[in-house]
């Protein structure tokens, strides 16, 4: 579950504390071919795995490894054609999704929420290792804004416990005690998110600016978070080296197990769980 609770308090209820968990997989090289169902058998798997925990997964993002913003799909199209949406049946995208069924697009635009932001328009998508068009910020809106980053932390998901002792998500490299962390903060992603609202609001296009105007409004949010950093860390953290092979998750099917997905991308996934004050617009 998301959504942790409404706040009681003087502001009302539109406030509430909202857990957002992003299971993100590095992918090796060559990408997915099988991009309609293989990214829902592995979400929907690990949320039934890990049903009703503190680390149940509300995303999941795939990526080349050592690249993350770069496609996980062999093709453009393969990756075009998971997120673009054809709303009206002409046959042409109408918008790019944010997220489909949980499968997100990319870590620098997370929703709150599953279903809880949109894009107005559409985004080109890319092909292997080339990077993912992101929205303009103008042009995603939602239900769920961001008011504050109240708390992050992440894990890799690796099979023995000695790999998180030793080099776990925190530990700082750089530093003599092995027992120095580092740690995640959350600051950095919230004012990631304030500098995406200035940023528009002095934007020459699809900002405050291009009208002219002192009196003109603001585009409200922001609906998404970056979670570039909280990524970064964990590649460089547990040291994610190779990325799981494009070819044994392209065979999974409905059928496939928890216990064979957990050993197949052991070392090359993690889970990001960010804690946040929202508000309901």
Same mark, same amino acid.
């Given at each position: 579950?998301?959504?942790? +609770? ?9 406030? /509430? ?5 992003? #299971? ?16 829902? $058998? ?25 690249? #993350?913003? +770069? ?17 009206? +049946?002409?046959?042409?995208? *109408? ?40 929205? $303009?910020?103008?042009? !995603? ?13 992440? #894990?890799?998901?690796? *099979? ?15 530093? &003599?005690?092995?027992?120095? $962390? ?15 609202? $200035?940023?528009? &609001? ?29 990524? /970064? ?6 040291? !994610? ?20 997905? &957990? ?19």
């Amino acid at each position: 579950m998301t959504s942790i +609770g409404g706040l009681d308090v003087a502001f009302g209820a539109r406030m /509430q504390v909202v857990r957002t968990n992003v #299971m993100c997989l590095a992918v090796a090289s060559t990408g997915l071919a099988n991009t309609t169902t293989v990214p829902k $058998y592995i979400l929907n798997t690990y949320k039934e795995a890990l049903k009703g925990t503190v680390v149940e997964p509300d995303f999941l993002y795939l990526y080349e490894v050592a690249d #993350m913003d +770069g496609s996980f799909a062999t093709t453009a199209a393969i990756h075009s054609n998971l997120f673009n949406q054809d709303n009206d +049946g002409d046959g042409t995208a *109408d918008v790019t999704a944010l997220e489909v069924g949980g499968v997100l697009r990319l870590i620098s635009q997370c929703p709150l929420a599953r279903n809880s932001a949109f894009a107005d328009t559409t985004a080109a998508g890319a092909a292997d290792g080339a990077t993912v068009a992101p929205h $303009y910020y103008y042009d !995603i809106n939602g239900n769920l804004a961001l008011e504050a980053v109240i708390g992050l932390s992440a #894990m890799a998901l690796d *099979d023995t416990a000695a790999d998180m002792d030793a080099t776990g998500v925190f530990s700082d490299a750089g530093s &003599a005690d092995t027992n120095a $962390y580092a740690g995640l903060f959350p600051q950095a992603i919230q004012a990631l998110a304030f500098k995406d609202v $200035y940023d528009n &609001a002095t934007a020459t296009e699809g900002g405050n600016l291009n009208a002219g105007s002192k009196y003109t409004g603001m585009h409200k949010g922001p609906f998404t978070v970056n979670l570039t950093t909280a990524l /970064q860390q964990l590649e460089t953290g547990p040291s !994610i080296a190779s990325g799981a092979a494009a070819a044994t998750l392209d065979a999974y099917t409905s059928s496939t197990t928890f216990g064979t997905m &957990a050993a197949d991308i052991t070392g090359d996934a993690g889970i990001i769980s960010m804690v946040s004050l929202a508000k309901v617009v």
